[in-house]
Structure formats: structure tokens, C-alpha cells
DNA sequence: TTATATACGACTAATTTAGTCTTATTTATT
DNA sequence: AATAAATAAGACTAAATTAGTCGTATATAA
């Protein structure tokens, strides 16, 4: 319960890697697979989601690779979290993509309320953590 | 990702129901599934973990039932937490029964210590919310 | 033209969470 | 003493989520 994915922590050890060698050539996927010990594929996919979500740039074929877009002072982890994972929140029920919401409780809840306010300070642990905190 | 479980929820479902009916009779699982229309086997494992953890006291037989032992004012969400998730950390390396801890990246793991940081932020959440705050 | 890299979706396997079933024990009531 | 109502506890099954793999297409430097 309340455990990060992997996901997440590939995607912030490959934020990471990023950032720390971010003079001259593009990281790579394997470049970041190796070094982290992870999953190629993983990390592969991370890194698409760092491109889409323009946290990262890429650049194609031979010789490419990825570069992030802002300094790690201005990229948070809600970024990076968001960047990969669609559904981070703390509940069903406040979950994005469900848009018809399925919690059979929704009409008579009492401690919804109660847990928006948890999730917005969860949110806020994440929000005031910079990359460049977790160097 | 980072979801309460349903058992947690249900738990601050039960234990807010014990907060509100304190006067005279005790409180039954079957009254509890009932009222929060949550499945009875849950609320009643619920329950025992409450009274194993102190946060209740049980009456066994009939007219049993159980009571809370503090005020509200002093049951913080993270007792409550704590008397029915074994598991409710960050990562993977920072669950407390995991003895053996088996995340492969331990040794190099950089993300590590930020995210005991992180964990201690989100503790903090929990431990500041009492359950007087959600009734 | 080849080697190296990203892009992306489908698929499978593993793990975790949610829920059910069963049996034993305790105690008030009749 | 018998019965009914309740807690106690563990085994089991089902559902959902997460983790990881595979295959194929596309882009680009050399
Ligand atoms: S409505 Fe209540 S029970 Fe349902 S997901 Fe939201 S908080 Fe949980
Ligand atoms: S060691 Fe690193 S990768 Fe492994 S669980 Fe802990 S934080 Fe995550």
C-alpha cells in the first residue's frame, strides 16, 4: 500500500542520469539500463514519456539519444511522476482517466473529503521536491 | 500507484463510526458493514486488528461489540494505518518485514535516501491528521 | 546500406489486493 | 443447558495491478 512503482523509480533514477551527465553527448536508454541496472525496455519507455511530456528532448537514430529540456532546480518530481503514471492519486476516486468514477460509495462518503485534503499534501511533498534535490 | 487499499479506507470508515457512537452500546462489525455498506468479513478483520492494536477494546459474545480506547483527538490516522497495514511504505527496501530486504539495486541505489525523506514527509501526513479531524 | 537509436503497442508473467468460506470460541439470554 | 449473537483467526479464491518481454516500425549518422 501507498509503495511508488517502479516505474517511478526507474523514471526518477534515469532523471537522475540525465541530469548528471548532461554535457557534450545524449544519454541513451542502454547508456541509463546499464548504469541504473535496469530494464532496457523500462527505461526505454520512461524515457518516451520524459519526451512526450517535454521533460526530456530526443533525437533519432544513430548517435541520439535524450537531453532534458529544464534544469533539474526547475523539474519536480510531480513532473516526472506525472510524465509516467497516470493514476498517482490516493484514492479511486480521485483517480483522472476514470471519468465515470466506479467507487460504489461515492454518493454517501464521509472520509472522501478528508482525503482530498491528504492527497493534496502528498501532492505538495512531491510538487517541493526538485530533481536537483535528489542529486 | 501510491493507493490507499481498500482495507485502509475501510478502517478510517470503522474507526470513525466507533468515534461517533460512543455513548452505550458497543459497536458491531455487522452494524459497521452495514451502516458504511462495506462486506462484513472485512470490517470484522478490521475490527480484531484494532483491538490486537490497542485502538479498541473488544466484548466478545452476545451484545459485544467493540469501543475505542482513546478520544479521536488522540488516535492519529497513522495508528490506524499501522493496526491494519503491515506494508504501507515508500519502496520496496524500506518495508519492515521484508528482513531479507530483496530489491536487487540496494547496494548502488542512489534514489534511496531522498525517497526515506520523501517516506518521512508522507508519514508526517498521516501522523498530523487525527481521527477528530475526519468525523 | 548498415548499425544504432527512438517510438509504440500488444502480450505475458508475477505480485498484490479484495473478497469469501469455514471453524472455533465467548457470552448474554431464555 | 441450550441457543443465539458476537468476536477470533486462518485458509482459500478471484480480481486487479504492476512488472517485464517481444515484435515491428521509423529515423539518422556513418
Ligand atoms: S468514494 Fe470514498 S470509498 Fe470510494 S474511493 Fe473515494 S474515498 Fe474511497
Ligand atoms: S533500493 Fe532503491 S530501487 Fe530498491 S527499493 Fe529501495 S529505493 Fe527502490
Known amino acids: 500500500m501507498l509503495k511508488l512503482s517502479k516505474k517511478t523509480e526507474y523514471a526518477f533514477m534515469a532523471a537522475r542520469h ?3 551527465n548532461n554535457s557534450g ?3 541513451t536508454a542502454k547508456e541509463i539500463a546499464d548504469n ?6 523500462l527505461v526505454a519507455k520512461v524515457l518516451q ?5 517535454k521533460i526530456a528532448t530526443s533525437f533519432q537514430g544513430a548517435k541520439g539519444g535524450y537531453k532534458l529540456n529544464r534544469l533539474p532546480d526547475n523539474i519536480s518530481l510531480i513532473d516526472i511522476i506525472k510524465a509516467v503514471e497516470h493514476n498517482y492519486q490516493v484514492t479511486e476516486c480521485m483517480q483522472e482517466d476514470n471519468s465515470k468514477s466506479t467507487c460504489s460509495h461515492l454518493d454517501c462518503c464521509k472520509i472522501r ?3 482530498i485534503e491528504i492527497q493534496r499534501k502528498i501532492d505538495n511533498v512531491f510538487v ?6 535528489i542529486l
Chains 1, 2 share one sequence.
Do not use: E, G, V, W
Open 18 to 20: 540525465l541530469a548528471m
Open 25 to 27: 553527448h545524449y544519454s
Open 36 to 41: 541504473c541496472q535496469i530494464p532496457y525496455q
Open 49 to 53: 514519456n520524459f519526451a512526450r511530456n
Open 113 to 115: 473529503d478528508p482525503l
Open 128 to 133: 517541493q521536491t526538485s530533481l536537483k534535490q
